[in-house]
Structure formats: structure tokens, C-alpha cells
């Protein structure tokens, strides 16, 4: 559990983008992740394209294990332009900045990978990048994610019944938490560097997540019982500080975006090959132990009417109609 405690903040790390003298750019990159997680070989394949692709000079400085903190820091550190200028980041951690933006990762919103891909490879999601880039300068430049996110206790849960009152620990985006209170599970946003104590120390008993995560952060020591709930296929964007961006020559902008891209489509078809052999890969470690949950039609019924709601309060009325007609 490498970031989970004493996890401290890079603050000393020098303002970026820097674009020397010498034509050499160096872009500095955070994961959460060590080499092994799909973020950050997602992150390694596009630099290893963009590298491929552009002939000038660009070196990439990526931190990893939470060096700089977690996603909710780098979503802070890539709006000010300081210390970040690509990550992978949930779009739930972005809320504070762009509001809309969590529409894209909130629970039930795909229905399958099928789904999933139909809506990642087509430009529904435009009008979010949009909003992103205009309220928050940060830029996507590609999508990658397809993990699925279940329920991780302290002890088993197996239905509706057994999740009320569940002291939950979820994302910081406010429809996160409407979401699991219309399940009738109690959730608060906690930093996900305080997931782990937080439940080593009984403040929450449980909080969600997906297989590649889970096993990384080695989070089944305290949350060895896995429902099924499989609420979420997760949608990570890859981000650029726009500042940095707009910084940038011009040909080596359109190699990034190409490389984002192709790195989003690299990391998607891994994290979801992954993430079915992960989760038995921990449970035939004895680390995880997995049951169905029982009411799962249930949960979505229960959920179709709080994401109306959002919807409709952030504008995105139509636009949550074209992403469920994909
Ligand atoms: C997982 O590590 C990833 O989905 C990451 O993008 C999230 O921020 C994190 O969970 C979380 O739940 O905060």
C-alpha cells in the first residue's frame, strides 16, 4: 500500500512545462500506480509514441507511486500548470473545476463493454471536453480505463438489504455520493490516500473500486470481501494541462494528440482484458474473497432516476440521452 500512508507531496518540484533553449521539451507525467498498472503503461506507450512520431526533441519525467500525491491533487496541480502536465485521471475527481464533467464515469451509465466501446470510440462526449477545456484548461487527449469497479467491505455483503447504513468511502463528486445514498448506503468522499486507514481504522467500512487498483495498492488487506456489483466500467481520460498544450510547436501538438489516442485505445483493450484475470488472479491468491450481489436489476432502477436528475441540472439532458442510445 505505497500510497496509502505517508504518501507527501512533491510541493519542491519545479513549475512545468519547460521548453529550453535547445528545442528540448521535457513534460513531466504522475501516476498513482507502479510499472505494472494499466495507467502507467498507458502513460509509457504514449510517450513511447510520441517520441516515435515527432523529430524534434521531448523527454518525458513521469513520477510514479503517488510521488505527487493522488488524482485530486494532479487535477489542481494541471489547472495551475504547476508540477503536471499529463495524467490519467478520473473524471469524478475533476468535479471542483467542471461540474458536468463526472457524467462520464458516474455509476450505471454503460451497460456493457459493448456499450462502453461504442460511446468511447464515437465523439458523443465532445461537449464535456468542451466544458473541461473552457472551465478547468485541461485538455483530453485521449480515453483509457475499462476496469470494473465493485464493492470492497471489511466484511461480506450480498444484497440491497445488507447495504443499508454501509459506511462507504466514495469518489468527491457529488453525484458519486447521490448515487450510493439512493441505494441507501451511507458514502463519504474521502482522499483516496485515506482509503486504506480509514478502514484499517473502521471510520468506513467499505469503498468501491476496480481489479488493476485493488491489486496495486494491495487495498484487500483491508478489504478482502468483493461484491459483484459491478456498477461502473471505468472511463479514465488521459490530460494535458492546457497551458502546456498551447505551449508546445505545433507538430508536436498533433503528434500528442495521435499518440493519446492510440494510448487510449491501447490502455482500454488492456485494463478490460485484465481486469476479469486480476480479480481471479487475487482470488485464487486467497487475498479476495468474491460473491454476486443479489439485486443488481434492482440497483439500477433505484440509480436511473438520480442520473436523470444531475442531467438535468447540469444541462446534459440530451447529451445523457445520446450516450444511453449508443
Ligand atoms: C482507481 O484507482 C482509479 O479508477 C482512479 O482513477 C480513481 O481515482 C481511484 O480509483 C479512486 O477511486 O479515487
Redesign the pocket.
Known sequence: ARIMRGATLALSVAAAPMVAQADTVTLRGAS?FDESHA?TKTLREFERLVKENYDGDVQFDLRLNGELG??SDYVTFLQQDVAVDYT???PS?MAVFAPSIPLMDMPFLFRDLDHWNAVLSSDVLKPLEDELLEKADIKIIGYTGG?VRNLLSDHPTHNLEELAGFKMRV?GAPIQARTFSALSANPSAIA?NEVYNAIQTGVINS?E??AA?VQD?KFYEVTPYVALTQHTI?V?PIVMSGKTFRQLPEDLQAVILQAGKEAGAFGRALESREDGIKLKEMEGAGLIHVNAFEDRDKLLELVKPVQDAYAAEIGATELLAAIRAK
Open positions: 498513482m495507467f493522488v488524482e490519467i485521471m478520473a475527481n476496469g469518489m483516496y469503498f473500486n476496480e487498483s495498492l471505468t479514465r
